[in-house]
């Protein structure tokens, strides 16, 4: 059975950090890259963060970009992202997916899998 488990939301203050992990069953993920979303409530989801089948290609949403660092260990079967400084903007539930791919590359688009998410909350 394929499955995607995100952990590591908590509640946490503004400037503090947290590290989200992606766990995959099911499936290798060595054939798919893997994105974070987020959603808050009544907005669509927003691409934060992805990463390609080797972790040599990354992207970063502008809101996020020199705060956020996403990183897989396909060894662990585990994604993660690492979140700096944040603030309460950042309060979100984060879901990871998983894009099947033959390129080295990552979008923020066309997922095939997704987890249920993480709640992140952000105080001020």
């Known amino acids: 059975q394929l499955r995607l488990v995100e952990s590591g939301g908590d509640l946490v203050r503004a400037g503090g950090s947290l590290r989200l992990s992606c766990t995959f069953s099911?499936?290798?993920?060595?054939?798919?890259?893997i994105t974070w979303f987020r959603q808050v409530p009544g907005k669509e989801p927003e691409g934060v963060s992805c990463i390609s089948t080797s972790g040599g290609f990354t992207d970063y949403s502008d809101s996020v970009k020199g705060r956020f660092t996403i990183s897989r260990d396909n060894a662990k079967r585990t994604v993660y992202l690492q979140m700096n400084r944040l603030n309460p903007e950042d309060t979100a539930t984060y879901y990871c997916?998983?894009?099947?791919?033959?390129?080295?590359?990552?979008?923020?688009?066309?997922?095939?899998?997704w987890g249920k998410g993480t709640l992140v909350t952000v105080s001020s």
């Open positions: 099911g499936f290798n993920l060595d054939y798919y890259a």
């Open positions: 997916a998983g894009d099947w791919t033959v390129v080295d590359k990552c979008f923020f688009y066309g997922m095939d899998y």
